[in-house]
Every structure is written in structure tokens, then in C-alpha cells.
């Protein structure tokens, strides 16, 4: 069964430390995967996107890892700000001809002074 | 361009209603998403169009929910009747580029936040 688990489902961190957001994927066969951010009360943003070949992608304080063989990505976030705290969607697309999308949960960051 | 734009914000219904959630996707996209929102689920894809035409309704729970493209810039998602357990954020994305749009960035809208009581 095709799907994206991410962890941990939430956390706390003092503004200026550093964080990583996991993903893991049982998705086959993988397209890409990409990054969400979704402040509370709006829709999500993409960060970046993360192809078979691509093992890691920077986004300003944001870089994601790739591990195809794994199948894990990471969401590194450097330098937290208070703007960071948002939830942090993983979503991992197929390569069948029907290119499902399959989501996951979301990781909720909390960025406090 | 002002993005996705999605009304109402908030729907706020009684059970048995019938509820219509709008979208205005960015224009010049030619692929529209509808999908919901729940703590307990995430995010779930209901269906999606392109060029106005229905091509996967899979995601769509039930056959009380019907969703609409009549032109290339506004759709419909429409709950008859709502029950309680369809409170949810629903939220509207577009994406472009024909014939790439599954690779490319979906924008989202705001959401509309339905409350079924």
C-alpha cells in the first residue's frame, strides 16, 4: 500500500535553533516529492520539489535530502524564526499514468522566543 | 494576479443543508484541484480537472458531493446533503503548463473552513 508517514507530528523549538523533519514513503514507482509549508489558516505553499536523481535542494533556510533507495526525505531548517512555525506537509507523487498523489499528515512546528 | 480565490472563507450549516464552495483558479492554469482538510486525515485529494474536464473524482467520498467546471475560471463543490462528519478546511489549487502540470507547483487558495452542525 502506497504511503507517506512523517514525523515527529509535532515540535517545539527555541527560536534561532536548527531542526529536521522526516518523511518516509513506501510510494512505487516515485516521481518526485515535495515539501509543503502551510501557515495556520491558509492554504500550502511549496518549498521545493525533490526528483529520483536529486539528492538534496536548498531553499534559503530550508534544505531537503533525498534518499531514493531509503525512500526518506528530510526537511532541514536552519536558523528558526517565529515565521517558521507552520506545518510541514510531505507529498510524494506516483509514476503510474494515473500520477496519484499520496499525502502525508504533516509535521506541526512551533517556533517560540 | 490575486491567486486561487475561494469563497466563502467560513460555512457555517446545519446538517441536512446543501452546501456550495466556489473557486476562481489562477488564470492561464489549466488543471484545478479540489481537496479537504482534516486533523485526523490531512490533506486528501477529491478530484481534479483539466481543461474544465473531469478526470479523477476517485477522491470523492460519496455521491453527495458533486463538483462543477463550467468555464476555466470557476468551479463548484457542492455537499447534498451535508452530515456533520464533512466539517473540514476544503481548499481549491490550480496548476499550469499543459501536458507537465502533474510536475509543476500547485497553488493553493485559502480554504473554506465548513462547519456542519
Same mark, same amino acid.
Given at each position: 500500500?502506497?504511503?507517506?508517514?512523517?514525523?515527529?507530528?509535532?515540535?517545539?523549538?527555541?527560536?534561532?535553533?536548527?531542526?529536521?523533519?522526516?518523511?518516509?514513503?513506501?510510494?512505487?514507482?516515485?516521481?518526485?516529492?515535495?515539501?509543503?509549508?502551510?501557515?495556520?489558516?491558509?492554504?500550502?505553499?511549496?518549498?521545493?520539489?525533490?526528483?529520483?536523481?536529486?539528492?538534496?535542494?536548498?531553499?534559503?533556510?530550508?534544505?531537503?535530502?533525498?534518499?531514493?533507495?531509503?525512500?526518506?526525505?528530510?526537511?532541514?531548517?536552519?536558523?528558526?524564526?517565529?515565521?517558521?512555525?507552520?506545518?510541514?506537509?510531505?507529498?510524494?507523487?506516483?509514476?503510474?499514468?494515473?500520477?496519484?498523489?499520496?499525502?502525508?499528515?504533516?509535521?506541526?512546528?512551533?517556533?517560540?522566543? | 494576479?490575486?491567486?486561487?480565490?475561494?469563497?466563502?472563507?467560513?460555512?457555517?450549516?446545519?446538517?441536512?443543508?446543501?452546501?456550495?464552495?466556489?473557486?476562481?483558479?489562477?488564470?492561464?492554469?489549466?488543471?484545478?484541484?479540489?481537496?479537504?482538510?482534516?486533523?485526523?486525515?490531512?490533506?486528501?485529494?477529491?478530484?481534479?480537472?483539466?481543461?474544465?474536464?473531469?478526470?479523477?473524482? #476517485? /477522491?470523492? @467520498?460519496?455521491?453527495? !458531493? $458533486?463538483?462543477?467546471?463550467?468555464?476555466?475560471?470557476?468551479?463548484? =463543490?457542492?455537499?447534498?446533503?451535508?452530515?456533520?462528519?464533512?466539517?473540514?478546511?476544503?481548499?481549491?489549487?490550480? #496548476? /499550469?503548463? @499543459?501536458?507537465?502540470? !502533474? $510536475?509543476?507547483?500547485?497553488?493553493?487558495?485559502?480554504?473554506?473552513? =465548513?462547519?456542519?452542525?
Amino acid at each position: 500500500k502506497n504511503q507517506v508517514e512523517q514525523s515527529p507530528q509535532s515540535l517545539i523549538i527555541l527560536e534561532g535553533k536548527n531542526c529536521t523533519l522526516q518523511c518516509n514513503y513506501t510510494v512505487s514507482p516515485f516521481s518526485n516529492l515535495r515539501w509543503y509549508k502551510q501557515d495556520t489558516g491558509r492554504g500550502p505553499v511549496s518549498l521545493t520539489i525533490m526528483t529520483f536523481s536529486e539528492n538534496t535542494k536548498s531553499n534559503g533556510r530550508y534544505t531537503a535530502t533525498l534518499d531514493a533507495d531509503t525512500k526518506q526525505s528530510s526537511l532541514h531548517i536552519t536558523a528558526s524564526q517565529l515565521s517558521d512555525s507552520a506545518s510541514y506537509i510531505c507529498v510524494v507523487r506516483d509514476k503510474t499514468g494515473a500520477n496519484n498523489l499520496f499525502f502525508g499528515t504533516g509535521t506541526r512546528l512551533t517556533v517560540i522566543p | 494576479d490575486a491567486g486561487v480565490i475561494q469563497s466563502p472563507r467560513h460555512e457555517v450549516t446545519e446538517m441536512g443543508q446543501e452546501v456550495t464552495l466556489r473557486c476562481k483558479p489562477i488564470s492561464g492554469h489549466d488543471y484545478l484541484f479540489w481537496y479537504r482538510q482534516t486533523m485526523m486525515r490531512g490533506l486528501e485529494l477529491l478530484i481534479y480537472f483539466n481543461n474544465n474536464v473531469p478526470i479523477d473524482d #476517485s /477522491g470523492m @467520498p460519496e455521491d453527495r !458531493f $458533486s463538483a462543477k467546471m463550467p468555464n476555466a475560471s470557476f468551479s463548484t =463543490l457542492k455537499i447534498q446533503p451535508s452530515e456533520p462528519r464533512d466539517s473540514a478546511v476544503y481548499f481549491c489549487a490550480s #496548476s /499550469g503548463a @499543459p501536458g507537465q502540470s !502533474f $510536475s509543476y507547483e500547485q497553488y493553493f487558495g485559502p480554504g473554506t473552513r =465548513l462547519t456542519v452542525t
